[in-house]
């Protein structure tokens, strides 16, 4: 599993961003942030999965779904 987090080429760019990829034949997963990664977390996959959560364990829990279906 890797996670990556986005840097913005300006000061102004949003860098709350976090790529999280468990393998090649999985999908990534994106993790949007609010300032610091503050909830809520936007989540969104390359088959345009999108899910806005506000609690903690149900981030962890739908990320970790995610990185187990097949893509």
């Not at 760019?13 to 997963?29: G, H, I, L, M």
């Not at 962890?60 to 279906?69: D, G, S, T």
Request: glycine residues 2%; aromatic residues 8%; without cysteine.
């Amino acid at each position: 599993m890797s996670v990556e987090r986005w840097t913005g080429k300006y000061p102004a760019d949003d860098d709350n961003v976090w790529f999280v990829t468990r393998s090649a034949e999985v999908a990534e997963v994106q993790i949007d942030t609010a300032d610091r990664g503050h909830l809520p977390f936007r989540v969104e996959t390359e088959d345009d999965v999108v899910a806005e959560l506000i609690e903690l364990p149900e981030a962890i829990a739908h990320v970790l779904q995610l990185l187990e279906e097949p893509s």
